[in-house]
């Protein structure tokens, strides 16, 4: 699949579930000032997507435009398990390049499951995107927007609960629309 049809599907993403449902309110922003970098790797092993996120570290690292990064790698990670593994990897890289503490790795992947949750269980779609990917935060913008918006603490809890009033059904179809306009339907 191109680029181009993956990048179309995970923005989509953004602007559909992240940013309308308001599951992040600091993605709005970003989106609107063209600040968000969308990027798909041809990884197909860990170690090709260990290099890929080294690389956008350091883009991220150099140009002050770009606030982060979303890197899609529908290749690898399929498998939740092995990915929820790899995101140990990614925090290690951080540590080794120098860069913890100022960057984090956010975790989405259409799997997704909340440790104590049941597969199914709703509230795991707040992290269930169209492709696996990992969105690089630049840890002072973030502690900024935390330190202006009020009850914090109040987001993920919302978040589920929107996640419940929506129910399974109608989350499912906004992450399939996703894809809407492609030639497949889903990675």
Not at 74 to 85: G, K
């Amino acid at each position: 699949m191109e680029d181009n049809t993956i990048i179309s599907a995970v923005r989509r993403w953004v602007e559909d579930l992240i940013v309308e449902l308001n599951l992040c309110p600091f993605a709005r922003r970003e989106l609107l000032r063209h600040r968000i970098r969308f990027v798909v790797t041809d990884s197909i092993a860990e170690e090709q997507l260990l290099v890929a996120l080294a690389t956008e570290l350091l883009l991220l690292k150099d140009d002050q435009g770009v606030e982060t990064t979303l890197l899609i790698h529908p290749d690898v990670l399929q498998d939740f398990f092995d990915y929820n593994q790899f995101l140990d990897k990614a925090d290690q890289l951080l540590a080794q390049m120098g860069l913890e503490g100022i960057y984090q790795v956010a975790s989405f992947h259409p799997d997704y499951q909340f440790a104590g949750t049941d597969k199914d269980d709703v509230e795991n779609y707040t992290n269930r995107s169209p492709y696996p990917l990992l969105h690089i935060l630049r840890e002072a913008s973030l502690e900024r927007s935390i330190a202006t918006y009020p009850d914090i603490d109040e987001i993920p809890i919302r978040n589920i609960e929107k996640m419940n009033q929506l129910g399974r059904e109608k989350l499912q179809a906004l992450i399939q629309g996703c894809f809407a306009g492609t030639r497949n339907q889903g990675p």
